[in-house]
């Protein structure tokens, strides 16, 4: 059956709950980056990756998502059918990936931005971080306003996508969502969606 490679505490979250959203039968297998047994279906030895039951394989969180999205449309995950609605989803897909995803790798890496190994220089970086994701938190917040899920049709695997980066922000931002009312108001409709519970559960069980 298909399989999905997962970690905890990572963006593959989200595929995680758009199969559980779907209700079709499948494997979720928690790994390990880099380990021998991830590095054998994704030489990237990174997650999410999805392994469908012909062996096929596919990586990348937001083509994940479009590919299930698409390939059971009678889950109503896709967020519409016209070619604007398939465009804003691959923009706020895209938005995911290289904004918002992009802005946390200054703080949960930053030895990778700096040569200076002082605590001063890479608590520089993580600040640094922290002004990126506030930008786009931002930006998601205001499109947010009026609205109960990110696209016009309702809950889609984008509302999934965002949810493993808005957990994160409650973390390691300072202050967390404090002042991003909207961002909060998707968190908490997607933390008391009883799928979504169980696959934190279920992550967190191992």
């Known amino acids: 059956m298909p399989t999905l490679y997962y970690a ?3 963006c593959s979250l989200a595929p995680h709950i758009v199969l559980e959203w779907i209700g079709v039968p499948y494997e979720a ?10 590095l054998a279906v994704n030489p990237a030895g990174a997650v999410p990756t999805f392994r469908e039951d012909d062996g096929w394989i596919l990586t990348q969180a937001g ?5 299930l999205a698409h390939k059971h449309p009678e889950a109503g995950l896709a967020g519409g059918d016209g070619q604007r609605t398939k465009a804003e989803a691959h923009r706020w897909s895209a ?3 290289s904004d918002v995803h992009a802005a946390f790798w200054p703080v949960f890496m930053p030895f990778r931005y700096t040569i200076d190994e002082s605590v001063p220089a ?9 002004k990126l994701i506030k930008r786009q938190f931002g930006i998601l917040d205001r499109h947010l306003e009026g609205r109960e899920y990110i696209l016009d049709g309702g809950r889609s ?8 980066m808005i ?8 202050g967390g969502l404090e002042g991003y009312p909207n961002v909060q108001t998707l968190h908490d409709r997607l933390a008391a969606d009883p799928a979504v519970q169980k696959v934190l559960a279920r992550e967190a069980r191992g």
């Open 8 to 10: 905890l505490g990572a």
């Open 29 to 38: 297998v928690k790994v390990q980056y880099g380990s021998n047994e991830l």
């Open 63 to 67: 083509a994940i998502l479009d590919y």
């Open 95 to 97: 938005f995911l990936t």
């Open 122 to 130: 890479r608590q520089a970086v993580v600040d640094a971080g922290h």
């Open 157 to 164: 695997v984008i509302d999934a996508y965002a949810f493993p």
């Open 167 to 174: 957990r994160w922000a409650t973390k390691l931002l300072p």
